[in-house]
Every structure is written in structure tokens, then in C-alpha cells.
């Protein structure tokens, strides 16, 4: 029942900024790790940046001071902050959680449908 929606992608410049955004709906309860993932054409799905329902941040080395994962509980939405872009992390970017897997929670996993990000050189 839990919906993710990304959104904020588009066409950049090298060294420019955009931030992404993950639109949380039906869930019940707090997640237990929010993450971006990043794809592009030819090459495995990477993850970029995860989250902790605690707080806890977690980069690939290839992003790391760089992009900010963050999350606004208030706007059940997760964020992705990335700077300084390269035409390396042209891809489509997706969010994922989970949820549950506690008590008589049922552990469940879900993926945002992607958005594109183009960096130009």
C-alpha cells in the first residue's frame, strides 16, 4: 500500500544542483531506512545514499561530499541534496524503503518509479 513518487529530476549543467525529492503516501508507521539508488544506461544499479528512521547517513564514496540524503517527517518525504554534479551521475535515480519486519509487522520493500538526471559536460 505504501506509494513512492520521485520527482525534482532534469537536465543540469557540470557543477550545478538540483534536489530530488521521494513523496511517502499509505504507510501506517515510520520507515526503517530510506534510500536513493541510481542507474544509468550499460552499467548496475548503484546505491547512492541511505537513511535511518535514527537518523544515520550513509554515501557512496563517489558522492560522498557532495549529495545530502535528508528526511522531513512532517512532509512524509525524503530528500536528496546533490551539488556539485558530474556528467558521471547522469541516471535515472529511484527511492526505496522498507518498513515493518518487527512484532507482527511483516517486513515489506518498495521502489519509486525513477527519475531522470542529466548532467552535461
Known amino acids: 500500500q505504501v506509494q513512492l513518487v520521485e520527482s525534482g529530476g532534469g537536465l543540469v549543467q557540470a557543477g550545478g544542483s538540483l534536489r530530488l525529492s521521494c513523496a511517502v503516501s499509505?504507510?501506517?508507521?515510520?520507515?526503517?531506512?530510506m534510500r536513493w539508488y541510481r542507474q544509468a544506461p550499460g552499467k548496475q544499479r548503484e546505491l547512492v545514499a541511505a537513511?535511518?528512521?535514527?537518523?544515520?547517513?550513509n554515501y557512496a564514496d563517489s558522492v560522498k561530499g557532495r549529495f545530502t540524503i535528508s528526511a522531513d517527517n512532517a512532509k512524509n518525504t525524503v530528500y536528496l541534496q546533490m551539488n556539485s554534479l558530474k556528467p558521471e551521475d547522469t541516471a535515472v535515480y529511484y527511492c526505496?524503503?522498507?518498513?515493518?519486519?518487527?512484532?507482527?509487522?511483516?517486513?515489506?520493500?518498495?521502489w519509486g518509479q525513477g527519475t531522470q538526471v542529466t548532467v552535461s559536460s
Open positions: 526505496n524503503g522498507d518498513w515493518g519486519g518487527y512484532g507482527a509487522r511483516r517486513w515489506s520493500n518498495y
Open positions: 499509505g504507510s501506517s508507521s515510520s520507515f526503517n531506512a
Open positions: 537513511i535511518t528512521s535514527g537518523g544515520s547517513t
